[in-house]
């Protein structure tokens, strides 16, 4: 059995059912983030990760969640 790795807010990933899109992690269970607009962005229950686009032209889009076994790779 593989371990899951851990990603940090900050880390670059790719989630396995969209592999063509990067995404940055903005929010752990452990590490909250608050928006540009001041608000908390924490983790909803059942999911491991908070992310949006890795494009800086994309950071206005809504946030995606994830669990960490649907993250394919660290950039």
Known sequence: MTAIKKFTVGDSVVLKQQEDAVFEVVA???????????????????????????DPAAHSAPYAYAKADEIDVAM
């Open 28 to 54: 752990t269970k452990s590490q909250a983030h608050t928006s540009p607009e001041g608000d908390a962005v924490s983790v909803p229950p059942g999911y491991d990760y908070v992310l949006r686009p890795f």
